[in-house]
């Protein structure tokens, strides 16, 4: 089988010249955890720190393309996504394990649409850290309440979030990326906020490259308040006017609780500067041990 195989490979590493050694750990900075690089068809180099990428790559023929958020959906969440783009639906994704907050936002979400007859489609994107009790307890919550919600499988969950965060990394480790500027900030954003601890929302229209994202608590607040925004929704559209609400709603500097990323910290993979999305400063860089996924 090892010489059927379209890959070179040897039984005893010792046999590595130090030069490949070398090459391996200054290049493509392996060292300790797994690693998987990607070359063409005339075996030259495209992206490694791909791991967790394999199986999205291959959907697309390995082909290290730009994707935009909303294609990171279609890949990872199923056809759905597919059908609501083609109808150019508003889109909601949110997550968080915090049934209440859930309940709520839900709640908000329907008035807003009973009072402006704008339509939306939810899907719960769940957590990074959610164990599958908790998944199938908020999955019974939100079909007793309402069944019109998409709930994703809780490995379809994991597999987004483990995409959003491989590419993240690859980016910072390599310098290349398969996601354009925007879509990046995307990902580092909703990684920050589901980081919170708290729920939080992402609202899209279609495949448009717009899309508002907010913490729990300010995304709820501006759904309260929306007939004192109402106006500019109906002349800039839904999305366009959400936007600035929620950046008005950012809370001063030392004001309130930011946001944190947390990644496996690997040597040479954890990036040196990522800004809060709350307030824009560089977050400090922390290591966090934990067994089993306690907190």
Not at 131 to 155: M, P, R, Y
Not at 187 to 216: F, N, Q
Not at 262 to 278: F, H, R, Y
């Amino acid at each position: 089988m090892q010489d059927s195989m379209t890959w070179y490979s040897i039984n005893d590493p010792w046999k590595l010249n130090k030069a490949v050694i070398k090459y391996t750990k200054e290049v493509w900075k392996f060292e300790k955890e797994s690693e998987f690089v990607v070359l063409n068809p005339k075996g030259e180099f495209v992206i490694s720190a791909a791991v967790n990428l394999f199986w999205f790559l291959e959907r697309s023929g390995f082909q290290v393309d730009y994707w935009k958020t909303i294609q990171l959906l279609q890949e990872t969440m199923g056809s759905i996504v597919n059908e609501w783009i083609k109808d150019k639906n508003n889109i909601i994704l949110f997550g968080g394990k915090d049934v209440q907050w859930i309940k709520n936002f839900v709640g908000e979400v329907r008035k807003v649409e009973k009072d402006t007859g704008i339509d939306f489609v939810m899907m719960y994107a769940g957590k990074r850290d959610l164990k599958l009790a908790d998944h199938q307890n908020i999955l019974d919550q939100l079909q007793k309440d309402d069944n019109t919600i998409t709930v994703c499988g809780f490995e379809d969950q994991q597999r987004f979030w483990a995409t959003l965060q491989s590419i993240w990394l690859t980016k910072t480790k390599t310098g290349k990326s398969i996601v354009d500027s925007s879509t990046m900030n995307d990902i580092v954003t909703l990684l920050s906020l589901d980081g919170s601890g708290e729920g939080w929302a992402a609202i899209c229209r279609g495949s448009s490259p717009e899309m508002a994202k907010a913490r729990g608590k300010t995304i709820l607040d501006i759904l309260k308040k929306y007939n004192e925004w109402e106006d500019r929704a109906k002349e800039d559209g839904f999305i366009n006017a959400l936007v600035p609400e929620i950046i008005g709603l950012k809370p001063p500097e030392g004001d309130h609780e930011c946001c944190h990323l947390e990644v496996a910290a690997t040597t040479g993979s954890t990036p040196q500067k990522v800004k809060c999305d709350l307030c824009d400063r560089v977050m400090k860089t922390f290591i966090t041990y934990r067994c089993c996924g306690d907190h």
